[in-house]
């Protein structure tokens, strides 16, 4: 089944001119785009995005560190798209992320790990809420599309 996911490329990624490169490995996994913008996000839309960590003592580093720089916001499509950007991006902590990975292969640290991914479908509906309005988000099939699916896939 096609799903959308939403993956945000974090302040780290911008300073570190890595955003053609982590774009690139989802385009060459096979994924579709349907949505990209860059953006600054205020402290109260990250309150929001990371309410699930509210009462953890990295909460205030983890929002400051988000807001150092613009993000870049995309909206990636596929089928099964929330575990395959998992499974791409690796552990949340750098340094455990497998090589192969994006995080693994880009990053050393556990906040300042490359990008943040949606963990679920329900969670990834919720965050492209959050972060797109619908005419910000498109649907297409790429011309190659029955190349990167067998047509009971799709």
């Known amino acids: 089944m096609m799903e959308k996911t939403l993956v945000i490329?974090?302040?780290?990624?911008?300073?570190?001119?890595?955003?053609?490169?982590?774009?690139?490995?989802?385009?060459?996994?096979?994924?579709?785009?349907?949505?990209?913008?860059?953006?600054w996000l205020s402290d109260e839309v990250l309150s929001e995005h990371y309410t699930h960590q509210k009462d953890k003592p990295f909460f205030q580093?983890?929002?400051?560190?988000?807001?150092?720089?613009?993000?870049v916001i995309c909206c990636w499509k596929g089928v099964d798209a929330v575990s395959v950007v998992r499974t791409m991006i690796?552990?949340?902590n750098?340094?455990?992320?497998?090589?192969?990975?994006?995080?693994?292969?880009?990053s050393v640290s556990v906040q300042e790990n490359i990008v943040?991914?949606?963990?679920?479908?329900?969670t990834a509906t919720v965050e492209l809420k959050r972060f797109f309005?619908?005419?910000?988000?498109?649907?297409?099939?790429?011309?190659?599309?029955?190349?990167?699916?067998a047509n009971d896939e799709i």
């Open 9 to 39: 490329l974090k302040p780290c990624t911008l300073q570190r001119g890595l955003i053609g490169e982590v774009i690139s490995r989802f385009e060459q996994k096979g994924l579709i785009l349907a949505g990209m913008k860059m953006a």
């Open 94 to 106: 750098g340094r455990n992320a497998l090589p192969g990975t994006i995080r693994g292969d880009y």
């Open 90 to 92: 690796g552990a949340t």
């Open 133 to 149: 309005n619908d005419d910000e988000l498109f649907s297409y099939d790429p011309v190659l599309l029955s190349n990167l699916y």
């Open 61 to 71: 580093r983890l929002k400051d560190s988000m807001n150092t720089t613009p993000v």
């Open 116 to 122: 943040h991914a949606s963990d679920s479908i329900e």
